[in-house]
């Protein structure tokens, strides 16, 4: 009986450390109002947060050798960049951009199938995004402009700071 094994070629590792899925803390400049009423007369902040956590999709390119020809360097630490987009939330499919740098740390794996490569990726870098203000002409702790009934919101572009943590989608 003959036993068949599917090695992947170098090239497919490649492409696939190339893209990951991943998680970002993202440090708001202005704070986005999730939720705002009228009480007593006046506009009330209900949820706003200062700080937003989300998904996102990303590409790595990461360095294949060791950076600046270091001999004592870790074979499996790799610096890198990484570049992404926002998985929407509610209506909105993509809500944001970012790029950043990034350390990769690169596992290795010999199985059945051949060989795989696996990477977690540790980065920072900035964003550019939108959140949900309140409208022109309404402030907390402020009465309603005359006309409006109820509480309406703005999407506004913000740009700021963030941390992201992914996984390679060869590692999945």
């Known amino acids: 009986m003959t036993q068949v094994t599917t090695v992947r070629s170098d090239e497919e590792n490649t492409f696939l450390r190339q893209f990951s899925v991943g998680v970002a803390s993202m440090n708001l400049r202005t704070p986005e109002i999730r939720k705002a009423s009228v009480g007593g007369g006046v506009v009330r902040i209900d949820e706003s947060s200062q700080y937003r956590n989300a998904f996102w999709l990303q ?3 990461i360095v ?3 950076p600046f020809g270091w001999s004592l360097w870790p074979s499996s630490i790799r610096p890198g960049i990484w570049a992404g987009l926002e ?10 951009i970012a790029a950043g740098l990034q350390v990769s740390f690169i596992r290795l794996q010999k199985g059945s ?3 795989s490569t696996s990477a977690v990726n540790f980065g920072y870098g900035r964003y550019r995004s939108s ?9 907390a702790g402020k009465p309603l402009p005359s006309g409006l ?5 703005a999407q506004r572009s913000i740009t700021g ?4 943590l992914s996984l ?5």
């Open 131 to 139: 959140i949900q203000t309140l409208a022109d002409g309404i402030e």
């Open 168 to 172: 390679n989608v060869s590692a999945f």
């Open 113 to 115: 199938n051949g060989e």
């Open 59 to 61: 590409t790595n390119w």
């Open 64 to 66: 294949d050798k060791k």
């Open 87 to 96: 998985v929407g939330t509610d209506s909105k499919l993509l809500n944001g």
């Open 149 to 153: 009934e109820s509480v309406s919101y």
């Open 161 to 164: 700071k963030m941390w992201m």
